[in-house]
């Protein structure tokens, strides 16, 4: 009697498309005018792309919701959305997309969908 082994897959196919496309267009996009810079830590180039509203079905491709970031910019998000310090950022979703109060990193307020460093 043959043993018949199936192979389980991680994601499905119709969502490895989506992320092969995710990543080509994340390279794209961090190179447009407005996203090579830190959205948290501003005087670092954005190297990730933060997904403000989460990852989900059609969510990974939409461009409303992402916001450049490095790597410390990014860890210093999902510090604060675990809890680990109280939450002492807004993201909004304008013209451009800005944090705000707070004493962290990247403290900023949004004055008509321009950035303006407190």
């Known amino acids: ?7 389980i ?4 196919l119709k969502r490895a ?10 390279r794209e996009w961090l190179e447009i005018p407005g996203n090579e810079y830190c959205r948290v830590y501003r005087s670092l ?3 990730q792309c933060h997904h403000v509203r989460g990852r989900n079905n059609t969510l990974l491709l939409d461009e409303r919701f ?18 680990l310090e109280p939450p002492r950022m807004r ?23 321009e950035d303006v460093y407190s």
């Open 66 to 83: 992402w916001l450049p970031v490095s790597d410390l910019g990014h860890r210093w998000i999902h510090e604060r959305s675990r809890g």
């Open 17 to 26: 498309a989506q992320e092969r496309i995710y990543l080509r267009r994340v």
């Open 91 to 113: 993201l909004e979703l304008h013209v451009h997309q800005v944090l705000e109060p707070g004493d962290g990193p990247g403290h900023v307020r949004e004055v008509r969908g």
């Open 9 to 12: 897959l991680h994601r499905t």
């Open 1 to 7: 009697m043959a043993i018949i082994q199936y192979k």
């Open 45 to 47: 180039p954005a190297s």
